[in-house]
C-alpha cells in the first residue's frame, strides 16, 4: 500500500528524462506534481506530515489520518452521493488547476480545535501543488480508486476510510499509535 501513494520518478527510460511522477498523500491529495524542479518525496510527505500534526497538537495518530481522509473524501465527492467515480476525481483534480503553476501562501500560524487543514477549501493557507489530472502518469495507482476493493468503480466513503486505516497500521512500524515524520517518509520509493 504504501507505494501506492508515495510516487516518484525511480528509473530512466532510454536517455529521456523520467516523467514527472506525483507524490500523493496516503488520503489521495496530490503534494507534488513531480518533474525537475517539484518537492522530493521525503520532503513533500514531510511537509503534509507537519501540517496534519500541526493540526492535532503535534502528533500524528489514527485518528488525525482519519480525520484527513474524510476532509479529503468530502473534497473529493463534488455531487455529494457518498462515492467518488473516476470522473469525479477527473473533474475535482482538473479544478487544482488553470495553468500548471504552484498556488503558494503562508502556512497557518495557529489553529483551533475544530479547524480542519484541507487544500482545496477556502481559508486555508498554504502551498498547493497543481496539477491537471492528464499529467498523472497512467501506470501511476490511483490511491484514492484503490480503495475499491470491490472493483464497482466507485470509492464509498468506508471503502475509503478503511483504506487510510490499513494504511495507519502499515506506517506504523513500531506500532505505537503514533506515526512519526520517518515513519511516512521512509515509504517513499528509493530513486
Not at 518537492?39 to 493540526?55: E, M, Q
Not at 489530472?133 to 466507485?154: G, H, R, Y
Amino acid at each position: 500500500m504504501a507505494a501506492l501513494f508515495a510516487m516518484a520518478a525511480c528509473s530512466s527510460h532510454g536517455g529521456r528524462p523520467p516523467r514527472p511522477r506525483p507524490v500523493f498523500s496516503p488520503n489521495g491529495e496530490i503534494l507534488s506534481a513531480g518533474g525537475k524542479d517539484a518537492p522530493s518525496c521525503p520532503a513533500a510527505l514531510g511537509a503534509w506530515w507537519d501540517r496534519i500534526a500541526a493540526a492535532h497538537g503535534g502528533i500524528f495518530t489514527r485518528e488525525a489520518l482519519v480525520a484527513d481522509a474524510n476532509a479529503q473524501f468530502d473534497a473529493m465527492d463534488l455531487d455529494h452521493d457518498g462515492f467518488i467515480t473516476p470522473s469525479e476525481l477527473s473533474d475535482y483534480r482538473s479544478s487544482l488547476d488553470d495553468d500548471g503553476g504552484m498556488e503558494t501562501s503562508q502556512p497557518p500560524t495557529e489553529l483551533g480545535a475544530d479547524t480542519q487543514m484541507h487544500p482545496h477549501r477556502r481559508g486555508d493557507n498554504y502551498v498547493q501543488p497543481k496539477v491537471r489530472a492528464a499529467q498523472i502518469p497512467a501506470d501511476v495507482v490511483d490511491p484514492v480508486m484503490s480503495a475499491d476493493k470491490s472493483l464497482s468503480f466507485k470509492v464509498s466513503r468506508e471503502d475509503f476510510i478503511a483504506q487510510a486505516n490499513e494504511n495507519f497500521t502499515e506506517f506504523d512500524k513500531n506500532h505505537d499509535g503514533k506515526l512519526s515524520k520517518e515513519e511516512l517518509t521512509d515509504t517513499c520509493p528509493a530513486r
